[in-house]
């Protein structure tokens, strides 16, 4: 059952209802009708009216059974319909002595048969309905079933099947007949416990297979307490024609289908039902020994001194049971709460060395770039004296050179240092209002000396004002990275184009330049972390691979996109859009 | 003495502080060297600087503890100072700020920013 999906079970609950209402409750509806004009009928009639009200109901419970049961389930209520079938026809035999014999029958006769032999099947079909519900085979289960079963036998035998010993009988058949069907009150007894206890859904039907099943047993004690007063048509007998009813309006319901379903399938834990029912077990043997020694003046001390002892032994032992799960249970907690106290402190502990180590690593790249920018101070600084002072054309032009690497090296060292931090997940931005067009201009500017010196032509396109919430030195950096790149990536006497416009609440920067282009399979890894083209491998382009990684972190700090297109050999265009407020 | 204006300039590595001394005597200012944060101190006390370019990180004493020692002595309170640093992340910059320093600039440095810095914290035009 557990394949069946919650829409196949759930959605359609409503419909199922509104289905099985009427055919549920016609069925209980005409089974009292009919039971009403049962006891308005002659003697003759009513034995009929009553094989009929029989019949008519394991003709119920067969279409029940094919109407709302899957095959799986179906076997149980088959051997209801065919017990209380030969229930059926243990009545028609009956009747048919009422009627044309006109009297009772003989005991035992081929009724007993009938009758006796429904038992088995009812209860088999108990069986069955438990097995589907599960659960019913660990070992406290097992001990509970004994426990009822000991309980119900002891009733059953002083009260019903030992009187009979000491009845006068025409013949030990007689006898053994008499105490045969207390004997069957056993099994319907002991399955109905079962039922009560179950993990089964209380659905509906569950409900009225137990009103049933307890009706057709509370008619049979009844009967069996005072079986000389019983005549045909008694009051009795509206007990077990209800019976009939109800199992057949059980059958009928739609319910009838989840009644097999495990929905509460659980391990039979120590309820409050199942605590009452072990102490009402113990209690039994003495409770009945006091009775009978107040009312009968004997006792079966015989049968109750064992039974109860071992009554008390398997209650005894599900106890045990129960004591040492609790001892098993407490013993994995203390494992487990001992397991992850350790696993606490191994956390904790790890946490501090990450904290150690982060500081560490603060420290260390802080201090690193520190060093690497004090001797830098003075090659720049007197470079750029020696530039200022420096005559000669050539070896200005030299010492141009040394400045541009050292300021490329202060580059390097600056992108290895921001993308230190940003492996710390820190970019904190100190956001302002930035004139954005005038960020995208001055890139443009800065760069122009470069685009000159390379024979590239230049170009900014920037009709539009834009405003962004950002850092001006951060979104001056991503400029520069994109406008440097694009001059890098392109031939001399070609161009690079940069494009401001605003596009419904964006600022969008298009750099695009005639370069060399990026293949496809490059472009997924443009913005990782030290990634290089092949093709900036083998021109020999200079670059770190932190350019595009640093652009791409102070985009998504802005809550902004970037994004590439490119054709090989034709050129690159970089699109870089920001959240803008006017 | 001249009539120029003196400036004290404390950095422990010799090459940057003779450049920096360098650059401001070439912009018409006087210049008192210090190797270190307690000589760059006593200097300040005994020469009177209009403005003190400090390095943050000087042995003995960091360019922190001289600008925290120039700012608690009434006398030196007024004293301009330019933390010059190589440590260049934005905390720094605000530590700076926050310990007292009317300017924070990183090294390396451009000259006419260094010379600029200079101009308008004396109020002087180039």
Redesign the interface.
């Known amino acids: 059952m557990s394949s069946l999906t919650p829409p196949e079970r759930a959605a359609p609950a409503l419909l199922d209802r509104l289905r099985s209402l009427p055919a549920t409750w016609a069925c209980v509806a005409l089974g009292t009708a009919a039971i009403g004009i049962y006891y308005l009928l002659p003697s003759h009639a009513q034995s009929v009216l009553y094989v009929l009200i029989g019949l008519a109901s394991v003709g119920a419970i067969s279409v029940g059974t094919i109407r709302n049961l899957p095959i799986a389930d179906r076997p149980a209520w088959r051997l209801f319909a065919a017990g209380l079938l030969m229930e059926v026809v243990g009545d028609a035999i009956y009747g048919v002595y009422e009627l044309e014999l006109n009297r009772e029958p003989p005991l035992p006769s081929i009724a007993d048969v009938f009758y006796l032999g429904g038992y088995p099947l009812l209860a088999l079909g108990i069986i069955l309905i438990l097995r589907r519900l599960g659960g019913q085979t660990s070992r406290a289960a097992i001990l509970d079933s004994i426990v009822i079963f000991c309980a119900v036998l002891l009733v059953q035998w002083v009260f019903f099947i030992e009187p009979y010993r000491h009845t006068t009988f025409a013949s030990e058949s007689q006898r053994i007949t008499a105490m045969a069907y207390p004997l069957a009150d056993v099994l319907l007894l002991v399955g109905l416990a079962q039922l009560v206890l179950g993990p089964g859904g209380r659905t509906a039907a569950y409900r009225l297979l137990l009103a049933s099943i307890g009706l057709w047993v509370v008619a049979d004690e009844i009967y069996g307490l005072n079986v000389n007063g019983y005549q045909a048509g008694s009051w009795l007998d509206a007990l077990w024609l209800a019976s009939y009813v109800l199992w057949a309006a059980a059958a009928l319901h739609s319910s009838v289908g989840r009644l097999a379903l495990p929905e509460r399938r659980q391990l039979p834990r120590l309820t409050a039902a199942r605590l009452t029912l072990l102490a009402a077990a113990l209690l039994l043997g003495p409770s009945i020994s006091l009775f009978e020694r107040l009312h009968r003046g004997r006792t079966h001390v015989y049968v109750i001194a064992p039974v109860s002892a071992a009554i008390g032994m398997l209650v005894l032992l599900r106890l045990a049971g129960l004591v040492r799960s609790v001892e098993r249970a407490r013993r994995s907690e203390r494992l487990a709460r001992r397991e992850a106290e350790q696993a606490q402190q191994l956390l904790a502990h790890q946490n501090d060395q990450l904290v150690e180590l982060d500081t560490l690593k603060d420290e260390f790249v802080?201090s690193v770039?520190?060093?690497l920018?004090?001797p830098?101070?003075?090659?720049?600084?007197?470079v750029?004296?020696l530039i200022e002072d420096e005559q000669n054309e050539e070896k200005r032009g030299y010492l141009t050179i040394v400045d541009r690497n050292?300021q490329r090296l202060?580059g390097l060292v600056?992108d290895l240092?921001f993308t230190a931090?940003l492996q710390d997940g820190r970019l904190e931005l100190?956001r302002s209002d930035v004139d954005f067009a005038e960020v995208v201009r001055h890139a443009v500017e800065s760069a122009r000396p470069r685009a000159e010196t390379l024979s590239i032509e230049l170009v900014l396109e920037s009709d539009d004002e834009a405003v962004v919430s950002g850092e001006p030195a951060r979104l001056g950096q991503l400029l520069d990275n994109l406008v440097s790149n694009a001059i890098k990536f392109t031939p001399q006497g070609g161009r690079v184009l940069v494009r401001l416009t605003r596009v419904a609440g964006l600022a969008r920067v298009e750099v695009s330049d005639t370069g060399i282009g990026i293949p496809g399979e490059e472009r997924e890894k443009l913005f990782e972390r030290f990634f290089r083209s092949q093709a900036a491998l083998e021109r020999q382009i200079q670059g770190t691979g932190l350019g595009l990684y640093i652009s791409k972190a102070i985009v998504d700090a802005h809550g902004g996109r970037i994004g590439v297109t490119s054709r090989e050999g034709h050129g690159t265009t970089f699109v870089v859009e920001l959240p803008a407020n006017a | 003495m001249t009539d120029r204006p003196l400036i004290l300039c404390a950095d422990d590595?010799e090459?940057?502080l003779a450049?920096v001394a360098?650059?401001l005597e070439r912009a018409g200012y006087e210049v008192v060297r210090a190797i270190d944060g307690d000589a760059a101190l006593a200097a300040a006390r005994t020469r009177r600087p209009v403005l003190a370019v400090l390095d943050v990180?000087m042995p003995r004493r960091t360019g922190y503890e001289v600008l925290a020692e120039l700012r608690a002595d009434p006398e030196l309170r007024e004293l301009k100072v330019i933390l010059l640093?190589?440590?260049?992340?934005?905390s720094d910059h605000d530590r700076g700020i926050a310990a007292g320093a009317d300017a924070y600039l990183?090294?390396?440095?451009?000259?006419p920013d260094l010379v600029a810095k200079v101009h308008e914290l004396l109020g002087r035009t180039i």
């Open positions: 802080s770039s520190h060093e920018r004090t830098l101070t003075s090659i720049s600084g007197y750029e004296l050292a202060l600056s240092l931090r100190e | 590595d090459d940057i450049l360098l650059r990180m640093s190589a440590r260049v992340q934005e990183a090294k390396p440095f451009k000259a």
